[in-house]
Structures are given as structure tokens and as C-alpha cells.
């Protein structure tokens, strides 16, 4: 086991109580504004963490690796597969049958959907934090070793990869040929998607974790300085910028020409596509972190309260409101009606995405730090013990 000694300690140990603040910690530390600094100082420590014994309280056994089976009840677990490191941040990516996701113990896995076995795992330079982009046979991912890599879907084996000059925790989107992610250098990229070539570069502020989203021949991205962008997908010439008055760690959402985005500055704020101009901001009484997810005329979010809201998506009133957690930071998923999040005390909720009612919950024994995916009935989602679930939905 690797040791540590003075801040590496200090860091490690802070990592562990961010994992399980409680909510007195949270109701002192949110308002004074030291969440935030201890959040950035804990993320400098890698530390495979097993903070409680994997439990999943009202969706039956988990013993073993695999248990599948017709006519399992919602919420019961298929298969689970410890990767040895903190699956945080990156959210799982599922297609032709395969998971896609990172962990903190500098890999990339690949996974059979239906069993839950290795495929393969792939070691990179640093803590992946990202979620993966698949496109053309290739997977594309950021790490903290201020890498964006490009590896084979089938082998698992590099094909190139680019550096930056920050941490590259902005999970990268693939459109035209291109890949386009941002940085903690402050610099959103287009590089080729085969060779990884450059093909422009824009600074967009201090540093970007918030994704991008692309709608016709425009990409949208916030910044941690609070800006949001809209440049011209082929050029990365600047069409509009909108100024929040806080970070913007939420990745933006768009629908029926209405960009939705959460932001530090306690706000869900609703642009015009087109014009940058604000439609609407709806005051949340603490940051909203959480990427959006919109449905049903609905958009969900999180807060940092620990309330997930349903809004109107035109007018911004709210339909109703829930607390799940502590805080919600990642982003709720929409599937055939029913709305899923994960907590920071461990808890996967399944709501009826129109009423908000509780469909079941369970306790997972360990921090959710990422958002979930939903396959083929299956919802797949990451713990900070490690461990990388599918569940019946």
C-alpha cells in the first residue's frame, strides 16, 4: 500500500470526510464557502476508499458477481464489479453492449453490459474524472494528467492521445469529425478525431469542467468563471457569451431552443439559443451544480440543499420539489417515466418523473458521484468504493 506523509495525509484524510459529510457539516461548511476549496484540496489525493460495507437495502442480494434472472424486482442488483478505485465524476457510457467508464485508479474499464465482466481496462496518466465519449470504434476520455485520450473500443489500446495544460475533467463530445473538450488551462478544444491533430483552440476563462453540448453547427460550454459560451462548431469563432455571477460546473442542456444550465450563483438560468439572452433564472437558495435533464415539459435538477426539482421548462415554475441527500450534485436521468439520482449518503433514487413520488430508493453504502445510465432496463452507475453497479430499473 502507498504511503503518504504531510499534505498528501492532510488531503487524503479531507478526502474521506467530503465522501461522508453529514448534514450539520454541510449546513456550516455550504454557506461559509469551504466546500469548495475543500472539494479541490481532497481531489489532489487518490485514495481507493471503502468507507461502509457494500449494502443495497430494499433491492434484495448482492452476494456474488453476477445475478441475473427474469422477473427481478426494481432495484435489484444484477452484477458488480469492484475496479479498485473511486468510480467518481465519470459517469457510465453504454453501447453494443458494453459499459464505458473511469475510476480514479488512473483506468479506463470496458465491461460486458449483461454480466458485468472485464473486458478490458486501460491505464492512463492520471485520475479520470471525465465520463467517456464513444464514437467510430474509438473511446475518448480526460484525465488528470491533463491528457485527452483516444483508445481502440475493441482492444483497449491507445491510439493517440493530446496534452493540455490542466486537468481535463470536461467529458468530451464528437461531432463532424472532431472532438471538443475543455480544460483547466481555460482553453476549449477541437482536435481531429483520428489523429488528435489541433484544429483550433479558443480561451474561454479560467478553467472549464462543465461538458459541452452541440446543437446544429454551434457547441455551448460554461466556464468556472461563470461565462457561457457559443461558438461556431467548425471555426470556434464566438457567436455569444452570457455572464452568470458564479461558476458553472453544470454542463449545459438544450431543448426547443432553450438552453438550461445550473450555476454557483444559486440560479437555473434558461438562455435563448439563438441570442444568448436570458429567458429566465430561477432562484434555487443554494448552487446548482447539477447538470439538467429535461423531459415531459419538465426540467430536473439538483441542489445543493440536497432537493431535486421539477420546473416548467417554458416558464420556470416549479411543478415539485423533493429531498433525496445531503447535496445532488450530478445529474438526474430521465427513462420510460421514471426519474433516477444518486445521493452523496449513498442513496439511488427511482421517482415518477411527472409526480415526483418514490418509486423505491436504495442504500448503496457508498457515496454516488456520478450520474447514471439506463440500457435496456439495466442502470448502471458508479460508487465512490469502487464498485461499478447494474441494477434493474
Partial sequence: MASCSGLGCVAALITILVGQLTPWWALVLVPLGIFNAIEVIGYFAYLPVVIKPYVLVSAGSADGDSEQGEGQQSGTVRWQLDTGGAVKESSPVVVDGTVYVGSWNHLLWAVDALSGKERWQCRVGGVVAASPAFANGTVYIGSWDKCLWAVDAVSGRERWRVRTNGLVRSTPVVTDGMVLFGSNDGFFRAVDAVSGKSRWQVRVGTGVRSSPTVVGDSVYVG???????????????????????????SSPVVADGILYIGSADRHLWAVDVASGRA???LPAGTWVKSTPAVAHGLVYFGTGDGYLWAVDAVSGERRWSRKVGVWVRWAPVVADGTLYVGTNDGRMWALDSVSGEERWQADTGSP??????VADGVLY????????????A
Fill in 223 to 249: 466556464s468556472d468563471d461563470g461565462v457561457l459560451w457559443a461558438l461556431h462548431t467548425a471555426s470556434g469563432q464566438v457567436r455569444w457569451q452570457l455572464k452568470t455571477l458564479s461558476g458553472l460546473w
Fill in 279 to 281: 429567458r429566465w433564472k
Fill in 368 to 373: 454516488v458521484f456520478s450520474t447514471p445510465a
Fill in 381 to 392: 452507475f458508479g460508487l465512490q468504493n469502487g464498485r461499478l453497479l447494474g441494477v434493474r
